[in-house]
């Protein structure tokens, strides 16, 4: 995982993401828009999606950019149904929902601690009082907001409203154990990241380690994937997996696990706030 505390040239960086139908010629028109406005380009990538005839770029610049000016100058030429977006390399805001489990939560504080991850984290959000003392030693604000005598409604109602108080720019479902309404999900298109405790699409659902310990499976895994309204079925961002056999419990794989899970979600988190991923249907190109 390319992580590590941002350089001050880092910190100076534009990051422009393009998709659009391919055509030929697109490398050369936008970076020749790039040197028209006095930017240098820093890295480049790019991917043609030869299912979707999909063209993705990811280009970081270096150099005063004036963003409406190189926008006019990007979609003269450019095909329509493009996708455009211009953003420094900063910090985002990420609010993080828990509920009773420490170890994706703490990991992503220490994280933030030691300034391993471009983000800043304005509270911890969870249906159990009990995580609390744990954002407390990383001095995160920690708001407990109690799904007991609510309906499911009721409860996100509760939640959006200290949402939209903080308006992050991602939020991060670190082993929350409730499932979000389509309402929910909808208001934040691929901006929901949920870590699930399973190599999908195999064993989605509950108790995914149950499951695995009763197929007897000889690899167990972690996914890092964007939330949409099929449970557990969203873009997939990031995955890993560790080896396991006859000798281990179901209880056994859950422990095993928490290691991977940890690292799958930093890992994809780490992806998205550096602008590295864009979504192609229900997949997604990564530019590591």
Do not use: W
Not at 24 to 34: E, P, Q, S, Y
Not at 119 to 138: D, E, R, Y
């Amino acid at each position: 995982m390319n992580t590590g505390k941002l350089s001050k040239l880092a910190a100076q960086l534009s990051i422009l993401l393009i998709d659009c139908p391919d055509q030929k010629g697109l490398v050369h028109k936008i970076t020749g828009a790039i040197l028209d406005s006095n930017l240098n380009i820093v890295s480049n990538g790019e991917f043609v999606d030869q299912e979707s005839n999909r063209f993705f770029m990811r280009t970081e610049l270096d150099g005063s950019v004036d963003g409406p000016e190189l926008m006019e100058k990007l979609r003269s030429f450019l095909p329509v149904n493009t996708n455009i977006r211009l953003s420094k390399r900063e910090k985002k805001s990420v609010i993080i929902m828990a509920s009773g489990e420490p170890f994706c939560l703490g990991d992503l504080l220490l994280r933030q601690a030691n300034q391993e991850l471009p983000l800043t984290i304005p509270v911890v959000i969870s249906n159990h009082p009990n995580l609390a003392q744990l954002a407390a030693k990383f001095s995160v604000p920690f708001e407990c907001i109690s799904h007991e005598g609510k309906s499911r409604e009721e409860h996100e109602s509760a939640i959006l409203e200290r949402i939209d108080h903080f308006q992050p720019d991602y939020i991060v479902l670190a082993k929350y154990m409730r499932i979000l309404t389509p309402g929910f999900v909808s208001g934040f298109p691929n901006r929901i990241l949920n870590i699930h405790h399973s190599f999908l699409p195999a064993f989605a659902g509950a108790k995914p380690y149950h499951q695995a310990f009763q197929r007897g499976v000889k690899i167990i895994g972690a996914t890092a994937h964007f939330v949409n309204q099929d449970l557990d079925e969203g873009p997939i961002i990031s995955q890993d997996i560790l080896h396991v056999d006859h000798t281990h419990s179901a209880l056994d794989m859950a422990q095993a696990g928490r290691d991977v899970e940890k690292i799958v979600l930093a890992r994809a988190l780490n992806l998205v706030l550096e602008e590295r991923v864009f979504v192609c249907g229900n997949k997604t190109v990564i530019f590591s």
